[in-house]
């Protein structure tokens, strides 16, 4: 590209894209926390109270606003690739805010999820707005795995073809997708799924280890639309296709974990 090129003055636009994920995750984030109970004070300092001498009310939950956002940011991390390589302008300083814009929306913000949704499943249990914060503290093991995950990503050249580990971005929308499985789901198991805390610590460890594992994962980026080629990808597409229209915001862990199957049942064939 020579200095006189149309794109030279357009290749900061990848990085307003990546910007702009690293927004929707600060916004996921503010979401993520306006959740639950808050006191009502007047102009005196008293509490106020309801009807009923309740001094709090019960604001609407957000979280699931936060799971949309924590989407919207994936949208931009897929486009801000795509434009850097549409206007040449891929580079070492592009790839390294990419990740640090990945770590606040695919692992901070999935971390506050997690966060939250253990003081809800306490909150079930006796007393259990009392639990102790070192219960709550493993939720931010996510963070933690996918800030490994992207920075170990960085450093080796070698997964260009092929992910070792999941991608932080997959982690991150397996995580976002449940609040809206919680809030919108017909399904009283998965409900009662997702208010055990059990659930959540076993989900906090798999997570956490499929990102720092060194699985050999699929990397979905097309070099040809060959059917040959991309048996593997093309077989996702139709699971994900048919789960959406089937299982709703299910589909996207249900997508995920058919992400792992498929790679592993085609890692000799990977390219």
Same mark, same amino acid.
């Given at each position: 590209m020579?200095?006189?090129?149309?794109?030279?003055?357009?290749?900061?636009?990848?990085?307003?894209?990546?910007?702009?994920?690293?927004?929707?995750?600060c916004?996921?984030?503010?979401?993520?926390?306006?959740?639950?109970?808050?006191?009502v004070?007047?102009?005196?300092?008293?509490?106020?109270?309801?009807?009923t001498?309740?001094?709090?009310?019960?604001?609407?939950?957000?979280?699931?606003?936060?799971?949309?956002?924590i989407?919207?940011?994936?949208?931009?991390?897929?486009?801000?690739g795509?434009?850097?390589?549409?206007?040449?302008?891929?580079?070492?300083?592009?790839?390294?805010?990419?990740s640090?814009?990945?770590?606040?929306?695919?692992g901070?913000?999935?971390?506050?999820?997690?966060?939250?949704?253990?003081?809800?499943?306490?909150?079930?249990?006796?007393?259990?707005?009392?639990?102790?914060?070192?219960w709550?503290?493993?939720?931010?093991?996510?963070?933690c795995?996918?800030?490994?995950?992207?920075?170990?990503?960085?450093?080796?050249?070698?997964?260009?073809?092929?992910?070792?580990?999941?991608? *932080?971005?997959a *982690?991150g929308?397996?995580?976002?997708?449940?609040?809206?499985?919680?809030?919108?789901s017909?399904?009283?198991?998965?409900?009662k799924?997702l208010?055990?805390?059990?659930?959540?610590?076993?989900?906090?460890?798999?997570?956490?280890?499929?990102?720092?594992?060194?699985l050999?994962l699929?990397?979905?980026?097309?070099?040809?639309?060959?059917?040959?080629?991309?048996?593997?990808?093309?077989?996702?597409?139709?699971?994900?296709?048919a789960?959406?229209?089937?299982l709703?915001?299910?589909?996207?862990?249900?997508?995920?974990?058919?992400?792992?199957?498929?790679?592993?049942?085609?890692?000799?064939?990977?390219?």
């Amino acid at each position: 590209m020579t200095n006189n090129s149309p794109l030279r003055g357009l290749r900061g636009i990848p990085n307003l894209f990546t910007l702009l994920n690293l927004f929707f995750g600060c916004l996921a984030i503010v979401f993520a926390t306006q959740s639950g109970l808050l006191p009502v004070y007047d102009d005196s300092g008293l509490a106020l109270t309801d009807a009923t001498g309740n001094q709090f009310i019960n604001l609407p939950e957000k979280i699931w606003l936060a799971s949309l956002f924590i989407f919207a940011a994936s949208v931009i991390d897929f486009l801000d690739g795509f434009v850097a390589r549409l206007f040449k302008a891929t580079s070492d300083m592009g790839k390294q805010l990419d990740s640090l814009a990945d770590v606040v929306s695919f692992g901070v913000a999935p971390s506050i999820i997690v966060y939250q949704f253990l003081r809800l499943c306490y909150a079930q249990q006796q007393d259990g707005l009392d639990v102790n914060f070192l219960w709550l503290l493993p939720a931010f093991i996510i963070s933690c795995a996918a800030a490994y995950r992207l920075a170990r990503f960085n450093t080796d050249a070698g997964q260009s073809d092929v992910f070792k580990g999941l991608p *932080a971005p997959a *982690a991150g929308l397996v995580i976002a997708s449940l609040p809206l499985i919680y809030w919108f789901s017909n399904e009283l198991w998965m409900i009662k799924l997702l208010l055990s805390k059990w659930f959540w610590y076993a989900l906090i460890v798999l997570i956490s280890w499929l990102m720092v594992s060194n699985l050999p994962l699929i990397n979905l980026k097309f070099k040809d639309y060959s059917f040959k080629k991309n048996m593997s990808k093309w077989l996702l597409a139709v699971i994900a296709i048919a789960s959406a229209i089937t299982l709703q915001w299910a589909a996207i862990p249900v997508t995920i974990g058919a992400y792992i199957i498929v790679s592993l049942l085609f890692k000799n064939k990977m390219v």
